[in-house]
């Protein structure tokens, strides 16, 4: 049945309204895929009616960063508008969560959530629900979903539109398929079409009898959220050195969001790109890369001449960065006779002059072409299109013919003859669950074309971040020597990881799909997970360790250990007894807490009486990795923003001082004394006016913001 097309939001909400009655059950994609427009609608009709109810089953709702000062909003509210654009329609429900205003006919259940965004918001935390990314169709179908609503992209070809789920094809699809299977009746599915979301294709597209209605409004037509390009500091890049040297080129690549993430593309691309400076860089951040380390067993540090093939829960800008280097260019493809092929040498993407013979020898050409082979040769681009299937040969496109049977070798060099120079086709670079990104990312996307534009696969979740559902020999041929990089907030001794709460239940993210990647890491031969992790964290002005003896909350048990990952090192535990892994794991810790750390190992009986630490490991500490990356000729290697930024001159002007401020800030005294000591020396900035402009504070008028005016200039000016 054809959906029913929709020109207005206030029409949209009465449809579903019509459809799924006064108690909503609303699913909704994570990131990017939500129409906020048609959520706010939803939401503002419940609220304001008693009498309806309104539960919301999503993830990641993404909202701007809110201030925790004026300094602050003085900064970041006018970056803000900018960024996103005035028109831009914050989620509703989030900002009444945020501020414990949620109407008791309102809830919000969401199994990840912006990386500490939460913390402290009652609703938020109760209504939590902790699963893995794979099992959210499996367990929305117990909930009664009655109304599903996405944003999807669309684009007009000779007179048809074609739609795609785009950024979400993670979950909604599978969603539906269960429902159906579990005799659950069919909620309504609406698809809100947005103009500039990038539109690709592959298994994110579908028929317009998907969706039960179709949304084309412009007030949908709103600025995409785009995540700023972070900076990188020293301590984050020389854990992405590390970890670049775990990579293996013809390998696989998994890789989350941040500046972790980051650090790790622009290692690739700088081992890449120029090798030299990039050994250099490993030398510099102490990678004893020729020992019997991590890196020298599972890595390697030349560039890449097969390239990577990404298989990846979120697609983001790293990936983009990878393309278009040409590191990100191993293309799989869904037959295993072919993918094995390719694996063991017999062929290459562009068919050799022996092709047929090769193929035939390792049973991905069979002896006989009937239809169905003769439709896999077409599909994979081994025969022309046009071809033909006669009673007693193959008719190509330029009138000559090919045996249908190849069990001779005259035969086999007749289609040697054909099939050389030939490339396949049907070959992915990049696939992935949900994308979400830069605008210079979404702008990438939308420029997508030919064989950059099919090689690229949004897909479903299940199919990205494990190995079941009846393709696992296919999968782990393609995803060989795969390396799943994942990050996380704490790591124990013995291995254990802490990613996504603390020890008193307070969610901080999710799990998402970190479990499955550590678990199918395990099950892949050749498959490693890394976690990346900083050393330290400061927490109210006071260092404190990553690395911990134990925590009262694990994300990832120890008996899934493999390997981690600080700016001091890799860590590699799999298979390890409980000793060698304190020993890896105190080799990667920062050096003020090392001895702490050996203490409780003695004392729980887990590492040896006699133990001491190695001198080389007192050098873990931040001012070695700092000077080793920010001083003399690696410096220009590594800046603050390698993927450029969307902050203005005047705010990177800003940034440092304002930071400095807020580390300062952690103490009441040492917040004093910067303010005696600023108006003291009464500092000047030669371009300060400009950027006291920026902020606001060029003509202050109250004594606050005649104190804030002050701070700000000792902080650009360095003073203590």
């Known amino acids: 049945m054809s959906p029913q097309i929709l020109t207005s939001v206030g029409a949209c909400v009465e449809h579903v309204l019509a459809q799924a009655g006064s108690a909503l059950r609303v699913a909704t994609p994570l990131g990017l895929g939500?129409?906020?427009?048609?959520?706010?609608?939803?939401?503002?009709r419940v609220a304001g009616d008693a009498a309806m109810?309104?539960?919301?089953?999503?993830?990641?709702?993404?909202?701007?960063?809110?201030?925790?000062?004026?300094?602050?909003?003085?900064?970041?509210?006018?970056?803000?508008?900018?960024?996103?654009?005035?028109?831009?329609?914050?989620?509703?429900?989030?900002?009444?969560?945020?501020?414990?205003?949620?109407?008791?006919?309102?809830?919000?259940?969401?199994?990840?959530?912006?990386?500490?965004?939460?913390?402290?918001v009652e609703s938020a935390q109760r209504d939590y629900t902790s699963l893995n990314y794979t099992h959210v169709a499996r367990d929305l179908v117990d909930r009664d979903i009655n109304v599903i609503v996405q944003l999807i992209a669309a684009r007009e070809e000779a007179g048809r539109i074609r739609y795609s789920l785009a950024c979400n094809p993670d979950?909604?699809?599978?969603?539906?398929?269960?429902?159906?299977?579990?005799?659950?009746?069919?909620?309504?599915?609406?698809g809100v079409v947005h103009p500039d979301l990038p539109f690709v294709g592959n298994e994110a597209e579908v028929e317009a009898e998907f969706f039960d209605a179709l949304l084309f409004d412009q007030a949908n037509r709103h600025t995409l959220f785009a995540?700023?390009?972070?900076?990188?500091?020293?301590?984050?890049?020389?854990?992405?050195?590390?970890?670049?040297?775990?990579?293996?080129?013809?390998?696989?690549?998994?890789?989350?969001?941040?500046?972790?993430?980051?650090?790790?593309?622009?290692?690739?691309?700088?081992?890449?790109?120029?090798?030299?400076?990039?050994?250099a860089g490993l030398d510099a951040v102490g990678a004893r890369v020729g020992e019997s380390t991590p890196a020298a067993r599972?890595?390697?540090?030349?560039?890449?001449?097969?390239?990577?093939?990404?298989?990846?829960?979120?697609?983001?800008?790293?990936?983009?960065?990878?393309?278009?280097?040409?590191?990100?260019?191993?293309?799989?493809?869904?037959?295993?006779?072919?993918?094995?092929?390719?694996?063991?040498?017999?062929?290459?993407?562009?068919?050799?002059?022996?092709?047929?013979?090769?193929?035939?020898?390792?049973?991905?050409?069979?002896?006989?072409?009937?239809?169905?082979?003769?439709?896999?040769?077409?599909?994979?681009?081994?025969?022309?299109?046009?071809?033909?299937?006669?009673?007693?040969?193959?008719?190509?496109?330029?009138?000559?013919?090919?045996?249908?049977?190849?069990?001779?070798?005259?035969?086999?060099?007749?289609?040697?003859?054909?099939?050389?120079?030939?490339?396949?086709?049907?070959?992915?670079?990049?696939?992935?669950?949900?994308?979400?990104?830069?605008?210079?990312?979404?702008?990438?996307?939308?420029?997508?074309?030919?064989?950059?534009?099919?090689?690229?696969?949004?897909?479903?979740?299940?199919?990205?971040?494990?190995?079941?559902?009846?393709?696992?020999?296919?999968?782990?041929?393609?995803?060989?020597?795969?390396?799943?990089?994942?990050?996380?907030?704490?790591?124990?001794?013995?291995?254990?990881?802490?990613?996504?709460?603390?020890?008193?239940?307070?969610?901080?993210?999710?799990?998402g799909g970190q479990y499955n990647f550590v678990a199918m890491a395990h099950a892949l031969a050749g498959g490693r997970s890394i976690l990346l992790l900083r050393a330290t964290r400061e927490q109210r002005g006071k260092v404190e360790s990553n690395i911990l003896w134990n925590y009262g909350h694990t994300t990832i048990p120890r008996h899934l250990r493999d390997i981690y990952v600080t700016e001091y090192g890799s860590a590699d535990l799999r298979g390890k007894s409980d000793e060698d892994c304190i020993l890896a794991m105190l080799a990667i810790a920062d050096a003020r807490f090392q001895d702490g750390l050996v203490a409780q190992a003695k004392a729980a009986g887990k590492l040896r009486h006699d133990f001491e630490i190695p001198p080389a490991w007192r050098g873990n500490t931040a001012e070695s990795i700092a000077s080793a990356l920010k001083q003399g000729e690696l410096a220009p290697y590594f800046p603050a923003f390698p993927f450029g930024s969307d902050f203005s001159s005047e705010e990177l002007r800003l940034l440092p001082a304002l930071a400095r401020l807020k580390a300062?800030?952690?103490?009441?005294l040492k917040l004093a004394l910067f303010l005696l000591g600023a108006y003291l020396n009464r500092p000047h900035v030669a371009d300060g006016e400009l950027l006291m402009a920026r902020l606001k504070l060029d003509q202050p008028t109250t004594l606050v913001e005649r104190l804030t005016r002050r701070l700000v200039l000792a902080a650009l000016a360095g003073r203590n």
């Open 34 to 44: 939500k129409p906020n427009v048609l959520l706010n609608a939803l939401y503002a």
């Open 227 to 279: 995540l700023p390009r972070a900076n990188i500091d020293p301590a984050e890049y020389a854990i992405g050195l590390h970890a670049s040297a775990l990579v293996r080129d013809g390998g696989t690549l998994q890789i989350g969001i941040g500046a972790l993430s980051d650090a790790l593309v622009h290692a690739l691309l700088l081992r890449q790109r120029d090798n030299a400076a990039y050994r």
């Open 298 to 511: 599972l890595g390697n540090l030349d560039g890449f001449t097969t390239g990577l093939y990404g298989a990846s829960e979120m697609v983001m800008d790293g990936f983009m960065h990878l393309a278009r280097a040409g590191i990100l260019r191993r293309r799989v493809y869904d037959d295993q006779a072919l993918e094995q092929a390719l694996e063991d040498g017999s062929i290459e993407d562009t068919l050799h002059a022996h092709a047929a013979d090769a193929l035939y020898a390792c049973g991905a050409l069979g002896p006989f072409v009937d239809k169905a082979e003769l439709a896999r040769l077409l599909r994979f681009g081994l025969l022309p299109e046009g071809t033909q299937l006669g009673f007693t040969a193959l008719q190509l496109p330029d009138g000559s013919s090919l045996p249908l049977d190849l069990g001779n070798a005259e035969a086999r060099a007749q289609w040697n003859r054909v099939l050389a120079g030939r490339t396949l086709r049907e070959g992915r670079y990049l696939r992935g669950a949900f994308y979400l990104g830069s605008r210079e990312f979404y702008a990438w996307l939308c420029g997508l074309k030919g064989a950059d534009f099919d090689g690229l696969s949004m897909t479903r979740v299940s199919d990205i971040n494990q190995l079941y559902g009846g393709r696992e020999s296919l999968d782990a041929l393609q995803r060989r020597d795969a390396r799943f990089f994942n990050t996380c907030m704490m790591a124990t001794l013995l291995g254990a990881a802490t990613s996504d709460a603390l020890e008193n239940g307070q969610v901080v993210s999710g799990v």
């Open 664 to 668: 300062i800030s952690a103490s009441k």
């Open 171 to 190: 979950v909604t699809a599978e969603l539906l398929e269960s429902m159906h299977a579990a005799g659950a009746p069919r909620p309504c599915v609406v």
């Open 53 to 120: 109810r309104l539960d919301i089953f999503t993830a990641l709702s993404l909202a701007r960063p809110q201030w925790k000062s004026d300094l602050e909003r003085r900064f970041i509210e006018p970056f803000l508008a900018r960024h996103l654009g005035a028109d831009y329609p914050d989620l509703a429900y989030v900002a009444a969560q945020k501020a414990g205003a949620l109407p008791a006919n309102v809830r919000i259940h969401e199994f990840y959530m912006q990386s500490g965004a939460m913390l402290g």
